[in-house]
């Protein structure tokens, strides 16, 4: 009887064995959009994290700054709306920002009981190198793509988001 335990033993080992030299079966996974994101997102997050840390930015602050570049004098509620942060957590972030002197904040000519933004010179060269590394590490992230296939990378994606 201890013969029949013992050879199960080996036949499960074996097959253990044989399944760790498989490749792992991801089809089902990799049918998935959101799957892909994700991992497409994990390969390009460390290279943001890293060259952006010269700046101090993390990729909201990031955001914040360039849509403030590109559009000057918006509100926080616009502002909000468009990086997806809540208001509340907005305004520490617009506070850290304004710390570190990248931006300012001013009453609003139209509406006194709200706040525009703008970047200071110091927030407006600032933002403009990392815009600079942000699209050479883009680059260097999808360097498989030709640029026709990262340009409708991003308008696939921006389909799924923008709709």
Do not use: H
């Not at 044989?18 to 996974?29: F, K």
């Not at 999808?142 to 990262?150: F, I, M, Q, V, Y």
């Amino acid at each position: 009887m201890t013969t029949q335990p013992k050879k199960k033993k080996i036949e499960l080992i074996d097959a253990v064995q044989e399944a760790a030299e498989q490749p792992l079966d991801q089809r089902v996974l990799q049918d998935l959009v959101g799957y892909n994101c994700r991992r497409a997102y994990i390969r390009i997050m460390p290279l943001f994290e890293k060259r952006m840390a010269k700046y101090e930015l993390r990729p909201v602050d990031f955001s914040v700054l360039s849509l403030l570049k590109a559009n000057p004098n918006i509100n926080q509620k616009r502002l909000s709306a468009a990086v997806n942060v809540s208001p509340p957590n907005l305004a520490i972030l617009l506070d850290r920002l304004q710390d570190r002197g990248l931006l300012l904040r001013q009453r609003s000519p139209l509406d006194r009981r709200s706040q525009t933004l703008v970047l200071t010179p110091a927030g407006l060269a600032m933002c403009t190198k990392a815009e600079k590394t942000a699209s050479e590490l883009e680059t260097d992230a999808t360097s498989a793509l030709t640029d026709a296939e990262r340009a409708q990378l991003i308008e696939l994606l921006q389909k799924i988001y923008l709709e």
